[in-house]
């Protein structure tokens, strides 16, 4: 074979395999690289912060003292305040002593005594916020009561009003109007404990 043939053959035959892998069907990977999505651990379940407070009040010429324990109680429906974050509602217990240290009255309250007074969409996804003395009106005790947002940014909640009996009997309102006789405690009291 001639130098001029054997080109001619190596030529055809580099020209034959390209022409015959160009046929071949070409292999499809079915392999797909991604990302594994990062899987989030729950927000742990907050709590709104607990607070205790006494108060000294004349009461019919004697002195009393109401004290008003929050405390989250673990018990309830966890709350979400719509943003995906859970809280841990809350139980409040109002008591008032006499002067001698007798109790006069004890009760924990929880959001489901205030239900009434509360729009059913709100209630998922609120908690009871807090009970705050406010003045002695008619010869009763009258508490600022408030079921809103856990959420200490926030602003929405449900004013209410409270009201203790010299017999003990409790009623309670929706709170038509922000006029108190011990505004500056509450607002103090509540820009310390979010209530």
Do not use: H
Not at 19 to 32: L, N, S, Y
Not at 74 to 96: A, C, E, K, M, W
């Amino acid at each position: 074979m001639t130098q001029k043939n054997w080109l001619k053959t190596g030529l055809m035959a580099a020209l034959l395999s390209v022409a015959v892998g160009g046929c071949k069907e070409k292999k499809q990977t079915t392999d797909i690289i991604t990302t594994k999505p990062k899987v989030e651990a729950p927000k742990p379940v907050q709590e709104i912060g607990d607070y205790d407070q006494d108060v000294t009040v004349d009461w019919g010429g004697s002195n009393y003292t109401v004290r008003m324990q929050r405390l989250a109680d673990r018990s309830l429906p966890i709350v979400d305040d719509g943003l995906g974050n859970r809280y841990f509602d809350n139980q409040i217990t109002v008591r008032v002593t006499r002067n001698d240290g007798s109790e006069f009255f004890a009760r924990t309250f929880k959001k489901s005594d205030f239900s009434a007074y509360i729009d059913g969409s709100f209630d998922k996804n609120c908690a009871l916020l807090g009970i705050v003395f406010d003045k002695v009106e008619d010869g009763v005790l009258r508490f600022a009561a408030s079921v809103g947002s856990p959420d200490k940014a926030s602003d929405e909640y449900i004013p209410l009003v409270l009201k203790i009996s010299r017999s003990g009997s409790v009623s309670i309102s929706k709170d038509t109007q922000f006029d108190t006789g011990n505004l500056g405690e509450i607002a103090e009291y509540d820009d310390e404990d979010g209530v």
